[in-house]
C-alpha cells in the first residue's frame, strides 16, 4: 500500500501533499478540541499500532506492498481526525526512518491511510452499527468498516497508480513514473486487497471493537460523542 518513490509524478504528488496538509491542520485543530488530556495516551497508543501493524506488509504485483492499516479502527474508537493524527504520525516515521513509503509520496501515502481510510470507515461503521450498541451487529458493522474503508483505499492508490502513464510521459509514450495504467493498476491492487487484506483488516477492525465495547463502551466515539450531543 506504500506508495515508494519515483512512481508518482509532480502532478499528483503536490496536491496529495496539499491535500494531506489541509486535512492535518483541520484535524490538529479538532483533536484539541475534543481529546481531552486523560485521553491523550489513547491517541498515542493508537500512533503505536498502526506503526506496528503496517510493518507486517506483503509484496504484491505491480510493485507495491499490501498490509492492514487499523485506521478503521481507530477511527471508530476515537474519531477520524484522531485517526488522521496517529495514522499519519506512524507513516510519516515509517517513512522518514525505515523508508517504507517514498519522501515524495508522503502526502499521497497520508492522505489515502490518514485521511480517506478513516472516514470511510468511520462513516460505514456509524450508518451500519445503528444508534443502539448491540454486540452482533456492531461485530458486523466493524468488520464492513475495515473490509470496505481498506479496499476503497487499495483502489483509490491504483487510481493514482493507475494515471500516471496518462499524465506524465515522453513525447514517444514511455511513462516517466509507474508504468501500469489503470487496467493494470487496479485489478492488481483491488484483487488482493478483496481477496486478503480487507478481510485481515476487517477481522483486526471487529475483534478489537467488540473488546473495547465489551470493557470499556465509553471509548467508541460514535457513541461517545451521541451521548454528548444529547
Known sequence: MHIPDGYLSPQTYIPLYGAFVAATVIAVKKVKKEVSVRNIPYLGMAAAFAFIIMMFNLPIPGGTTGHAVGSA??????????ACVAVSV???IQAL???DGGITA????????????????Y?????????????????????????????LTAILTAVEFGIQPLIASTP??????????????????????????????????????RYINKNEPRLIYVYNKKKNND
Open 97 to 99: 526512518i525505515f523508508g
Open 172 to 209: 514517444d509514450g514511455r511513462a516517466l513514473y509507474c508504468p501500469y495504467d489503470l487496467k493494470v493498476a487496479i485489478p492488481a491492487m483491488a484483487i488482493e486487497h478483496l481477496l486478503l487484506f480487507g478481510i485481515v483488516e476487517g477481522l483486526v477492525t471487529a475483534l478489537i471493537i
Open 106 to 121: 508522503i502526502g499521497a501515502n497520508c492522505f489515502n491511510m490518514a485521511v480517506f481510510m478513516p472516514f470511510v470507515a
Open 123 to 151: 462513516y460505514i461503521f456509524k450508518i451500519t452499527a445503528g444508534n443502539q450498541p448491540q454486540k452482533n451487529r456492531i461485530f458486523v458493522a466493524s468488520f464492513l468498516a475495515g473490509y470496505i474503508s481498506l479496499v
Open 73 to 82: 479502527a481507530i477511527a471508530i474508537i476515537l474519531g477520524p481526525w484522531c
Open 90 to 92: 506512524a507513516l510519516i
